[in-house]
């Protein structure tokens, strides 16, 4: 559907059936800390289930793209707008998805539109809260890149803009919707690795492009893009177009290595074990090679403390980003517990068991203690496989399918989905802490079942 008129009727036939549903429901749901008890089956109906879900990119970019291409590849969903603040970005949308979509520089066109139902939100991360939140006042279902928020203290704002517009939020740390985050999350319920102790995990690069040195366009000005929107309520300068190609290099608009990848990290970990996360948080680091003007660190080192919970038991994380590394694999996560450990990856979850025995098999030891020496030999004994490989088939589509292809379920089954607000912000805020603790040479606390520093 894309004529204004029948999405207009549609809209007002789906803001009955929703009104009415809603009418009965609202009380109870929303707990005193604004957090949702479930509200599943109380969400709007967005659109008659036979239509192509009509979707908007909001920051047309390098991820905008990725997402937009890869939700128009889940049968039923239809890029039919795009919002960037650089030409250039308009008119590559425009190839990619048809020269009759809707472009505009400014996101409250979009949200005023009644033809689109959810909108792709995929600008630097200090414009994901008030695009966000206006989008869900709107009505429109999000799907807002990770981190959801920029500073620590804007995510109540999203956590309560969900829950008081019952609409769909899926923040975007696409991995844990991955089948290796899945059979991670089975294996560790099944005691496959015992109680767990520790968890740990990294990303290591070695490029320029890997350390966020992205080309600069030729025709980059103030004349080809809305510089004056680009900085939102941060202070104003002068066209500057390594700040806004390069917008993760400075703390006005990134939230540096640990907002841009520890947060991954941290939704799987949250997935898998089902922790709402740290209570407390430090990181050390520094800026080590990329000398090009950035305000954040190339390598950061973060530690965690997880307090038992009825979830799981108590455990430490250590993540490391390291911009200067190129002999190392990329990324990497890892559970241990007293019994195994689990390297975890998307598609492929390596399950290795300890190689521990009981000392009275221990050959030298039983010559100690026992006279009949003469009589042990080392029989050699049947064991089971020391680690199992799980991996997916072949043809799996991937994480960021799957992270749409629940997204789009959840708008028409009227869901919540599992990477929601409150989600997004549990992973969202230790990262961010992160930064803080780097900055402030302090620990910090943190109440994540409150959403609150602790003092
Ligand atoms: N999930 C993942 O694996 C993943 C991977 C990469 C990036 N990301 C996230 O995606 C987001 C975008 O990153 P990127 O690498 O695509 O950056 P990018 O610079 O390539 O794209 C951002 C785009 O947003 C546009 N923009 C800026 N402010 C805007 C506004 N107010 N309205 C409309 N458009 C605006 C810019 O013009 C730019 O084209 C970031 O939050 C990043 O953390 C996620």
Redesign the pocket.
Same mark, same amino acid.
């Given at each position: 559907m894309s004529n204004e008129s029948t999405s207009n009727s549609r809209r007002k036939f789906i803001q009955k059936v929703a009104g009415s549903v809603l009418a009965s429901s609202i009380p109870g749901i929303i707990k005193a800390t604004g957090k949702p008890d479930n509200f599943e089956g109380l969400l709007r109906n967005y659109y008659n289930p036979n239509d192509n879900i009509q979707i908007a990119v909001? /920051?047309? /970019? /390098?991820? /905008?793209t990725a997402d937009g291409n890869t939700a128009m590849s889940v049968p039923g969903a239809k890029i039919i707008a795009a919002?960037?603040?650089?030409d250039g970005?308009l008119e590559a949308a425009k190839k990619n998805y048809g020269k009759d979509i809707f472009t505009t520089k400014d996101?409250r066109e979009i949200l005023q539109r009644k033809d689109i139902d959810a909108v792709i939100v995929?600008?630097?991360?200090h414009?994901?809260k008030d695009?966000s939140v206006a989008a869900m006042n709107s009505g429109k279902a999000v799907y807002c890149?990770?981190?959801m928020v920029h500073e620590v203290s804007e995510g109540n704002a999203v956590v309560e803009a969900q829950n008081r517009n019952k609409v769909v939020m899926q923040v975007?740390?696409?991995g844990m919707s991955s089948l290796g985050n899945e059979k991670a999350k089975e294996l560790l319920a099944a005691g496959a690795i015992g109680k767990l102790n520790y968890a740990e995990g990294f990303w290591a690069r070695n490029s320029p492009f890997g350390a966020w040195q992205y080309d600069i366009p030729a025709d980059a000005s103030d004349k080809t893009v809305d510089w004056k929107?680009?900085l939102n309520k941060f202070p104003d300068r002068p066209f500057d177009a390594k700040r806004f190609?390069r917008?993760r290099c400075y703390r006005d608009y990134g939230t540096g290595v640990s907002g841009?990848l520890f947060v991954?990290l941290f939704s799987s970990l949250h997935f898998i074990t089902n922790s709402k996360g740290p209570q407390k948080i430090m990181a050390m680091g520094g800026l080590r090679y990329w000398k090009d003007g950035r305000e954040v660190p190339d390598i950061l080192m973060g530690m965690f403390d997880y307090a038992e919970t009825e979830q799981h038991p108590a455990f430490n994380l250590s993540l490391r980003v390291n911009f200067v590394d190129g002999t190392a694999d990329s990324t990497y996560l890892r559970l241990v517990g007293n019994e195994g450990s689990m390297n975890v990856e998307w598609d492929k979850v390596t399950l290795t068991k300890n190689q521990s025995y009981a000392a009275v098999d221990d050959p030298l030891l039983k010559t100690k203690m026992n006279k009949e020496i003469e009589t042990v030999y080392d029989r050699k004994k049947m064991v089971p496989p020391s680690s199992t490989i799980y991996k997916a088939e072949e043809g799996y589509k991937g994480a960021h399918y799957d992270h749409f292809y629940n997204f789009f379920n959840c708008i028409r089954n009227k869901k919540v989905s599992s990477e929601d607000a409150l989600f997004g912000y549990r992973a969202a805020a230790p990262a961010l802490l992160c930064n803080d603790s780097y900055f402030t040479d302090k620990a910090v606390k943190w109440d994540p079942i409150n959403l609150k520093l602790v003092n």
């Open positions: 909001i /920051g047309a /970019g /390098g991820m /905008g919002c960037d603040l650089y970005r996101y995929a600008t630097p991360d414009w994901h695009i890149e990770k981190p975007g740390s696409q929107m680009f190609f917008w841009d991954h």
